[in-house]
Each structure stands twice: as C-alpha cells, then as structure tokens.
C-alpha cells in the first residue's frame, strides 16, 4: 500500500516529528511504499542541517535524511513555509540573493502542488503535528 | 475511518470533536497527550464509554509509557497497539483522518 506523511510541527517542539518518523519507519518495516513525507508549517525546521542538539539527544533532522536515504524517500519542504521561516537551499539561496543555504540532506524544497499530489496518489495521508 | 487524537481533552477539544463528528463503526487511537482521555475515572472519561458501544478505541502504547501511565489505569475495553498496530489500523481503514 502507498502511503505519503505529513508533518506541521517542527522538531523538540512537542512530539509530531517523533510520532511521524516511528509511523514512517513501521510503515517501511511493513513493506508499504512511502512515497512521499511533507513538511508544512513549522514542520519545515525538520530540513535544516544546522541543527545541533546536544550529543546525548536525538537529532531528528540527522534522523528524517538517513531514513530517506535508507529507503529514498522523497522529503519535500513547503517552499513559502521554507521561506518565511529561512529554510533555503541552493537555487532559492541565488533566487533571494542569500549569502547561504541550510537545507538538509536528502530534503528538497517545492510547492504546496506536491501535497495534492500525494493526497492524491497514495492509498492513505496522515497528518502529524499541533 | 481511522480517527487519531493526539491533544489530551484536558487541553482542548479535539476528542469532543472527533466523537461529535466520527461515524459509528470508526476506529479511534488516542496518540502523544490523548492518550490522558484514556484515563479511567477521569472527568473526560464518560467521552470515551457514552461512544464504546459503537466506535472501537485504541491507544498508542508507546505513548503510554512516555507518559509512565500502567494499562491498569486506562478505562476498559480499550485497546493497546504499538506503531506496527496503528500502521495496520492505517491499512485497515479506508481513510485517516488527523484531530490536532
């Protein structure tokens, strides 16, 4: 069965992006397909590799890219959430004339189209998040 | 449908909500702080047994034990699933619905 996630709150914040990352996982361990995670509103914090938590907690951003390189998965950041709260990768860096980028790997910035989409294709949506 | 619940109903209405709405037959699994309206003789429990004759609960054990709350305490007829159970709840249900 396919299934697409949805993230709207951002990370330590409360527990979304834990509740979603242990759904995605079991959902994978199940042999379903994930085809896509979605992050939306605060949950667009999830992408940025300057994240540093302290050594002896998780580090969910680290988490969410090894996950999607494990099974590669399509991490899409919402591009006007990205941008309001400066998540930036490369082409929005030279489109915005910012002196840098901070999204994280195996993350990819893109629109709101991509949550239809997903809503569409895939058998099942769930939501996490405040 | 599969409805989850992820706010305690001592913080806001989502569970009063969701069981106004939800259709007899659904399946709901109280996740994160829902699980404080499994809570057996808590002011929010009658939400849960005035709806057990027609809707099947369930809670996120992992969540449960965040939380350091024993099965013993959770009101009767409610069942305990780990994140393999709720994915197959997912799968069973035609649709999921999120109550934030």
Redesign the interface.
Known sequence: MKFSVVVNEGPYTHQASDSAYYFTRAVLSQGHEVMRVFFYHDGVNNGTRLTTPPQDDRNITNRWSDLGKEHNLDLVVCVAAAQRRGIVDEDEQKRNSKDTNNIADGFRISGLGQLIEAGIQSDRLVAFGD | MLH?V?KSPFEKNSLQTCLRLSQPGSSILL???GIYGALKGSDAAANITEHMQERRFYVLG??LKARGIDKSRLIDGIEIV???G???L??EEP??Q?W?
Do not use: H, L, Q, R
């Open positions: 989850t992820n996740i994160e702080d992992p969540d780990d994140y393999d709720f994915v197959k997912a799968v649709k999921v999120s934030m």
